[in-house]
């Protein structure tokens, strides 16, 4: 009678510990089936600034990491990741009487 409750109480450690290892080698699975999601991209925007006699207009390059909006300046960071971030070279001049169309 005691063997069987030695045999029985081995056999229930050797499961519960089975459990315990699945469970832990599941979870890791998972975390590795679905990675964090990187939104990034990037674009050019016309900065305009209002003078006396016109107005005038340059494209900027901006970085949309995570939804966050920066503008860069020669180098972009996103998650630890590093952007050369080209010089944008559009440029416009308009009369002082020019209405901003994106207003």
Do not use: H, Y
């Not at 975390?31 to 939104?39: C, Q, R």
């Not at 949309?64 to 909006?69: K, P, R, Y």
């Not at 503008?71 to 010089?87: F, Q, Y």
């Amino acid at each position: 009678m005691r063997g069987l409750v030695i045999f029985l109480t081995v056999l229930v450690v050797i499961v519960s510990v089975s459990f315990a290892a699945a469970s832990i080698s599941n979870e890791k699975s998972q975390a590795k089936e679905n990675p964090k999601i990187l939104e990034f991209s990037t674009f050019t925007s016309a900065v305009c600034e209002r003078g006396k006699d016109a107005v005038r207009c340059k494209d900027e390059f901006f970085v949309n990491c995570n939804g966050e909006i920066t503008k860069t300046d020669g180098v972009a960071e996103c998650n630890g990741m590093k952007v050369d971030a080209p010089k944008a070279l559009g440029f416009a001049t308009f009369g002082n009487d020019w209405k901003d169309p994106r207003a």
